[in-house]
């Protein structure tokens, strides 16, 4: 069975019969009868067993040196486990600090994700094209996440405030996605804001389709990602 080490209650008493032994002054400069060093150290560090320091008391409560070696074991031990306490304390900090900083970062970029801007303004418009072509030679398609829910439009120069209609169409033609919204002037752009739900689509070729009240549809080729 596994002895227990004294508490610090236990170690009160040791010190008291510790601080008589100083107060009787028992230099023993021959160090008679003084245990090892190490076993000092251990009942200091609360290594010993109480069982086993007991015996060891009434030396240490005569002994001055024995003495002066424990309050210094002792002194030792005590900025050790400050230290332990400190670091384990700024380990947890820190430890917390990544994980929070991790997750805040992956609900940013959650959040971008799930947001996009498609710039019109200096797009080449077209009145009809397949999915995967481009609208003039060079240019590219335009590029938009699964993952977005929330998708605006920098409408072109010549665009009108009033309501528009969106659609995504698929490579067969058939309408992956309907909606609409109503486009405003803000800070001399024409833009427009939608919700969107593209989490059914497929990563290939689709024509954006959008077109204001009473107009005809303008076509843009679509990368979905």
């Excluded at 040196?65 to 384990?88: E, H, I, K, L, S």
């Excluded at 309408?175 to 800070?187: F, H």
Aim: charged share 25%; with cysteine.
């Amino acid at each position: 069975m596994k002895q227990k080490t004294y508490s610090d209650k236990d170690e009160k008493r040791i010190l008291a019969a510790l601080g008589r032994g100083l107060l009787r002054e028992f230099p023993n400069p021959d160090r008679v009868g003084c245990p090892r060093s190490a076993l000092v150290r251990d009942i200091a560090f609360h290594k010993l067993p109480l069982g086993q320091a007991e015996p060891w008391l009434d030396h240490l409560s005569s002994c001055s040196p024995c003495y002066r070696d424990f309050c210094g074991f002792r002194d030792a031990y005590q900025v050790r486990r400050r230290n332990t306490f400190m670091a384990v304390a700024v380990s947890v900090l820190i430890v917390g600090a990544v994980v929070g900083w991790t997750f805040i970062r992956k609900q940013e970029q959650n959040r971008l994700a799930q947001i996009a801007l498609l710039d019109l303004r200096d797009r080449s418009v077209t009145r009809g094209i397949e999915p995967g072509s481009e609208a003039i030679p060079g240019e590219r398609p335009l590029e938009l996440s699964r993952r977005v829910t929330h998708l605006s439009f920098y409408l072109p120069k010549d665009s009108r405030e009033g309501p528009y209609e969106v659609r995504i169409l698929k490579p067969s033609g058939e309408s992956l996605l309907a909606t609409d919204g109503v486009a405003k002037l803000d800070r001399g752009i024409i833009s427009l804001q939608v919700v969107v739900s593209l989490a059914p689509a497929r990563p290939g070729p689709y024509v954006l389709q959008i077109r204001g009240s009473d107009l005809e549809w303008s076509y843009y080729p679509l990368i979905v990602q």
